[in-house]
């Protein structure tokens, strides 16, 4: 088949096109869940700046976790649900490259923003006379910064990578959004090269953070079980267990994605398992971290208090 550069046509996002009957209750439940993450993430991050008793590292990154989780849902899902809800499912090709940019951008800053919070968490339990040295305000700043950079720079290397690879035949993309695996599948050429790069950053990305965070959470379970106080053990599990939840619910789904090897299946339950990582992770994560948090209880209390004295 002849190559094709398709920079000045489109793509066509195939979704869930397999299953029809299920198109409008996906349309309605996703919906559902994209509001859900909207507003739980939207009241996180602004009662974190209303309240000065958040204005603590733990709820700065908390605050930027949100905003990651806004930006990333917002990246994929509309026109997720724009093309369940109408019969058209195109996408243009800048259209497609942004998408795939911001995706890997955003999805790649949470991988190092999760083990920027369990340092957090591990400072704060491990070393608690050294907190307000080791986690000043500037630091905390440099940290985030250094989150979203790294993101950002990584996928404009990753996604060029991807766009240079010649495109051939049809444009139908397996996927409902624009990713590397499925856009890989389109081309005719030799991509074990980018296949291999794939592979490369998603361990950087993906099992080294993990690493990370698990030896940062051993050493908190180490000093956790050494103390005598009961309040402070639960304090302890109660604060670190969001975070693993959270962890557990981003990490996991990504390797099932990126790293198993492919088999006949695996891309319509890579659909399913990145519909939930993009669309149910980051419903909950507000949920997660805010049902049972006494600081998130007191700031809400002081602010309607507040608002019934104005």
């Not at 195939?14 to 939207?42: A, D, R």
């Not at 942004?98 to 995706?103: G, S």
């Not at 309040?231 to 789904?253: E, N, R, W």
């Amino acid at each position: 088949m002849k190559e094709k550069n398709a920079s000045s046509g489109y793509f066509v996002l195939l979704g869930f096109s397999n299953w029809p009957h299920l198109e409008l209750v996906l349309f309605v439940v996703i919906l559902m869940f994209y509001v859900m993450t909207l507003i739980g993430n939207l009241f996180i991050i602004f009662l974190s700046y209303l309240d000065s008793h958040l204005h603590t590292p733990m709820y700065f990154f908390l605050s930027n976790l949100s905003f990651l989780d806004l930006c990333y849902t917002t990246s994929s899902i509309p026109q997720l649900l724009i093309n369940l809800w109408g019969p058209e499912k195109t996408i243009s090709y800048a259209g497609c490259m942004i998408q795939l940019y911001f995706v890997l951008a955003l999805g790649t800053a949470e991988c190092v923003l999760l083990v920027v919070m369990s340092y957090d968490r591990y400072v704060a339990v491990c070393r608690p006379l050294h907190y307000t040295v080791l986690m000043h305000p500037r630091f905390c700043h440099l940290l985030a910064v250094a989150c979203w950079v790294s993101g950002f720079t990584t996928s404009a290397l990753h996604s060029s990578f991807t766009f240079w690879v010649p495109l051939c035949g049809h444009r139908q993309v397996d996927h409902f959004f624009c990713e590397v695996p499925a856009l890989l599948r389109l081309s005719c050429v030799d991509t074990r090269t980018n296949e291999l790069t794939l592979m490369v950053m998603s361990s950087i990305f993906v099992i080294i953070p993990l690493i990370l965070i698990l030896s940062s959470y051993g050493a908190i379970a180490q000093t956790a079980l050494r103390m005598q106080s009961t309040t402070g053990l639960q304090k302890v599990f109660g604060t670190c267990g969001a975070h693993l939840m959270v962890v557990s619910l981003f990490f996991i789904p990504i390797m099932c994605i990126y790293l198993q090897p492919p088999s006949g299946n695996s891309q319509d339950q890579g659909k399913f398992i990145a519909l939930f990582y993009t669309v149910v992770t980051p419903s909950l994560n507000p949920l997660i971290y805010t049902l049972r948090n006494k600081h998130i209880k007191g700031a809400v209390k002081r602010l309607m208090g507040w608002g019934r004295e104005m």
